[in-house]
């Protein structure tokens, strides 16, 4: 172990049952109080394909994934063939006996022995988690918990085959990757970021979500849709994802807060919705979760690289918040935020994730959800008659009554419009309403919420990130410093607006800055040139898919 953490790297093909594997040892470790962090890399398609799950453990708070791997749990040989470069000096690879691998410091395990094939993957749950010093009691109660005990039968014989896979390991293991003991373990959640931003709509007082599947956001949606009977909640798959956000309008324009989740290719067809939302002023909350593109891309990878599409989507000039979540907190707290300012301005809010925050299981304190209450629906009471759905105010938000739920008659229309909301080609209104949507950035730019600032104030150098790439940026500056470097981390969760007066001073005090971003031209970077004329020329770029690790980004400042 490094650091006194440990990373686990399971594979094999889908429907191996390696995520099974990976879900219960990660549980059981959060259980027993240690913080983890998970990283998935899978392929597009049901069966075969390599695919991962990495877990990475310690005592204290993980933030980033790392590379070097302490233990391999091959559930083929592509696995071994394809990560044994990876094995930190102490290494280990569990593979099953059946496997004709005999270089490398290896566990080879009598699978076959043990259980049937159906139950292989509770085997490698009985060996890894013994390696790795877990009671065998702690993962029964996560074995029992995950399969909910539909099956009395099917538990009994689980159990026994965790038992025996215990036992064998306690006979044949015998070297030291466990895990220092944890006396006193104080409750945690495991959570991913996409179960985090349902959580966090749903505290918010979400009523209505419509979407369209689509990698990597179609699990906020199931998520939501899990809970939609208990919360009083609808969740609508459309059959596209132009009606997904246009019946998230219509739900929003009859008095309730409503989302979409997608995709980049999914938004790419809403963006004449978000005009809609705009024009209307109308509340909605988006969220696009980037994977790497054009067209399909690489649906199951990850990337940032729909920030400037995002910025700039729909036809017009209307404002908007973009949020970028970098933690799981982040995620549960951001899309509330978004919540209340689609609320507060009646304009549409985004956003911004990614596959590896979505699918990036971590440790997190349980949200005190009981102190949260829910974000209101921003409207009147009564108004002065008649009734101006889009009188021109100074702040720029209009007087919202709901259809049906007075004696006044609410107009809204996508064309140009009157005050009272009728259609007009009266060009002084036209002006005058256009002004009056835009003075809505002002109140919004009240809120943005400044970057995450760390280290030297007048750092040699300055690392500056966005979005979930904060975790690996942080670990690779400490990393820096512990070699007696002086060095800063500007780090942006929410990218738009931007206030320069938040962070220009730090640029500037900089003796060198370098943006490290998930594409391959620096997006953030340019929009901070834009709006505060620094120009960062120096960048760390990853665009293979790959999330940004601690060692990715060191390599890189070291050419």
């Given amino acids: 172990m490094r650091d006194n953490t440990l990373n686990i790297l399971i594979g094999g093909e889908a429907g191996q049952g390696l995520v099974t594997v990976g879900q219960l040892l990660a549980k059981s470790l959060a259980r027993s109080g240690y913080s983890i962090l ?59 006996t059946a496997l004709d691998i005999d270089s490398g410091f290896l566990l080879k395990v009598p699978f076959k022995e043990l259980a049937q094939n159906r139950f292989s993957n509770i085997v490698a749950l009985g060996v890894v988690g013994s390696i790795v010093g877990l009671s065998e009691s702690l993962m029964a109660g996560a074995l029992d918990d995950f399969l909910d005990k539909k099956d009395a039968s ?76 208990k919360m009083g909640l609808i ?65 199951t990878r990850t990337e940032q690289a729909d920030l ?94 709901l259809p049906g739920m007075t004696e006044h008659l609410v107009v809204a229309d996508s064309d140009e419009h009157t005050e009272g909301g009728h259609i007009t080609e009266d060009l002084t209104v036209r002006r005058k309403m256009l002004e009056k949507r835009l003075r809505k950035e002002k109140g919004i730019q009240t809120d943005v919420i400044p970057p995450d600032i760390e280290g030297e104030t007048k750092p040699d150098l300055l690392l500056v990130s966005w979005g979930s790439s904060k975790g690996a940026v942080l670990e690779a500056a400490s990393l820096l410093r512990s070699n007696g470097e002086r060095v800063a981390t500007l780090h942006f969760s929410q990218v738009w607006p931007l206030i320069p007066d938040q962070f220009l001073g730090r640029l500037q005090d900089a003796r060198q800055v370098i943006s490290i971003e998930s594409n391959a031209s620096g997006q953030l970077a340019r929009l901070i040139r834009r709006e ?24 890189e400042l070291n050419r």
């Fill in 308 to 401: 400037e599409f995002v910025l700039h989507a729909g036809h017009g000039e209307f404002p908007r918040a973009v949020f970028a979540p970098g933690t799981v907190e982040e995620c549960f707290h951001l899309t509330r935020k978004a919540f209340e300012l689609a609320e507060r301005y009646q304009s549409p809010m985004f956003l911004l994730t990614d596959q590896f925050l979505a699918d990036s299981y971590r440790t997190v304190i349980p949200f005190d959800v009981e102190k949260l209450p829910p974000v209101p629906v921003c409207t009147e009471k009564a108004a002065t008659s008649p009734y101006a759905r889009y009188a021109i105010t100074e702040s720029g938000v209009s007087p919202r009554l």
């Fill in 38 to 96: 998970v990283t998935q890399s899978y392929q597009s398609r049901i069966r075969g394909g390599h695919n991962t799950f990495a877990i990475r453990a310690g005592i204290e708070k993980i933030i980033a994934p790392r590379e070097p791997v302490d233990l391999l749990v091959a559930l083929d040989s592509d696995t071994v063939t394809l990560h044994r470069g990876n094995l930190s000096s102490h290494g280990i690879i569990v593979l099953d």
């Fill in 154 to 229: 099917l538990a009994v014989e689980n159990q026994r085959v965790l038992t025996s896979a215990v036992r064998w390991t306690a006979e044949h293991a015998k070297f030291g990757l466990k895990l220092p003991t944890i006396p006193n373990t104080s409750r945690r959640l495991m959570m991913n970021g996409n179960e985090a931003i349902a959580l966090g709509a749903l505290s918010a007082g979400l009523k209505f979500a419509a979407f369209y599947p689509m990698t990597p956001a179609t699990s906020i949606n199931l998520n939501l849709a899990g809970h939609a009977k």
């Fill in 532 to 555: 505060s004329g620094f120009e960062i020329k120096k960048k760390v770029l990853r665009y293979d898919g790959l999330p940004l690790t601690p060692e990715s980004i060191l390599r």
């Fill in 235 to 299: 969740v609508e798959q459309a059959e596209d994802e132009i009606a997904a956000i246009n019946m998230a309008i219509g739900a929003s324009f009859a008095g309730t807060l409503s989302m979409v989740a997608t995709s980049g290719g999914g938004f790419a067809l809403m963006v004449e919705g978000v005009s809609l939302a705009a024009m209307t002023e109308t509340p909605l909350v988006v969220v696009v979760a980037q994977r790497p593109g054009p067209a399909t891309g690489l649906p």
